[in-house]
């Protein structure tokens, strides 16, 4: 029993002295806040009492000339393409171009087996001859009064049927025979000699590169500015160098999907550099704006219902709503919203208040 009130008597007065130790602790925390609390009425009643102006760049808008070029992205493609095939099917007797190569527009290419063919041939024109002779005594008889008119209609009439026919196998004939429709370069051949052709079976791709045509679209409301014959400069990942070229044609009409106006230009590629399929990066020339106001892409913020720059006025940031016209990689024409002589705010856009105080570092453009 005395082991037991001896515990007890322990624990007690331990607890006593945990609650001595932390009474003691919160009265010195009180002292030191309450010190701190006088030091801060103190700042507040110096001049650290007003906010500190936000220190950010800034620029003085001026009126200047901006040409103004249109750029868009766009695609490489040959000036004629086709994937070759056969209208007929058989066996292919022969093969007459190299891969990769270029051929002339009419040059035999692949020869499909046609004696089956020849022999329909032989096989017409032996009854044609047959039956010009047999028109040619009907018509003697029919002067001679030998025979009725019916009977020489009749016999005319099987000699054109047969003059039909002939010209039907010679047709097929000629389909035997595959010849390239233009003049270009021909790519990969998927057939080799022996192959049994059907009209799905790909030959080979036949284009012609020199020219190439440039196709791209640009926004709706650039569709009245572009021209006939309005020139293009381009690149291609493949190459920093700089093509030009021509538009020659554009879509009568405004794609309702996309609001774009689709446009083809026409580019010399005489070197063969422009490689159908390649992504262009284009420059459109529209028309040189005088008088115009450039601001940095980074003052321009977006808004539910527009855009919106900061300026200083009075030592504060103001917002003011402007409307945005073309855009390069650095620069945004303002169209309304901004004046010469205002000072627009380049930096901390999007830590910015209306009329928080700033202090503004002028950059030298």
């Known amino acids: 029993m005395k082991k037991r009130y001896i515990i007890y008597a322990v624990l007690a007065l331990g607890l006593a002295y945990l609650v001595y130790y932390?009474?003691?602790?919160?009265?010195?925390?009180e002292g030191k806040g309450g010190a701190a609390a006088g030091q801060g009425k103190g700042a507040e009643g110096g001049k650290g009492g007003a906010g500190a102006p936000m220190v950010v760049d800034g620029i003085v808008v001026k009126l200047t000339s901006f040409d103004n070029d249109l750029e868009v992205t766009g695609a490489i493609d040959a000036n004629?393409?086709?994937?070759?095939?056969?209208?007929?099917?058989?066996?292919?007797?022969?093969?007459?171009?190299?891969?990769?190569t270029n051929v002339s527009k009419g040059a035999v290419l692949v020869k499909v087996n046609d004696r089956d063919i020849q022999a329909q041939l032989l096989e017409a024109q032996t009854k044609q001859k047959l039956s010009s002779t047999n028109e040619n005594r009907a018509k003697q008889l029919l002067e001679k009064g030998a025979i009725s008119q019916e009977e020489y209609d009749t016999s005319l009439a099987d000699l054109r049927s047969l003059q039909a026919q002939s010209q039907l196998i010679r047709a097929q004939l000629a389909k035997t025979t595959i010849r390239a429709p233009f003049s270009g370069r021909i790519g990969l051949r998927s057939i080799s000699s022996g192959t049994y052709l059907t009209p799905a079976t790909v030959i080979a791709n036949l284009v012609s590169t020199n020219?190439?045509?440039?196709?791209?679209?640009?926004?709706?409301?650039?569709?009245g500015?572009?021209?006939?014959?309005?020139?293009?400069?381009?690149?291609?990942?493949?190459?920093?160098?700089?093509?030009?070229?021509?538009?020659?044609?554009?879509?009568?009409?405004?794609?309702?999907?996309?609001?774009?106006?689709?446009i083809r230009a026409l580019a010399p590629n005489g070197d063969n550099a422009l490689l159908p399929g390649s992504f262009a990066k284009i420059k459109l020339a529209l028309s040189t704006l005088q008088n115009a106001i450039l601001i940095p892409n980074e003052a321009v913020i977006p808004v539910l219902k527009g855009k919106i720059v900061y300026v200083k006025k009075n030592g504060k940031a103001q917002e003011v709503k402007v409307e945005a016209g073309t855009r390069t990689d650095e620069n945004i024409v303002i169209t309304s919203g901004l004046k010469a002589g205002d000072t627009v705010l380049t930096t901390g856009s999007m830590a910015l208040k209306k009329d928080a105080p700033v202090k503004v570092n002028l950059v030298k453009e």
Do not use: C, H, W
Request: a positive charge; aromatic letters at 8%.
């Open 211 to 223: 020219p190439v045509k440039v196709t791209f679209s640009v926004p709706e409301k650039y569709a």
């Open 80 to 100: 004629e393409s086709v994937v070759l095939k056969s209208e007929v099917s058989g066996l292919v007797t022969g093969i007459y171009f190299t891969e990769g």
């Open 225 to 262: 500015q572009i021209k006939m014959g309005s020139a293009i400069t381009f690149t291609t990942d493949g190459s920093s160098k700089e093509n030009t070229g021509k538009v020659y044609a554009i879509e009568p009409g405004i794609n309702a999907a996309t609001r774009t106006l689709q």
């Open 22 to 29: 932390r009474i003691n602790a919160n009265k010195k925390l």
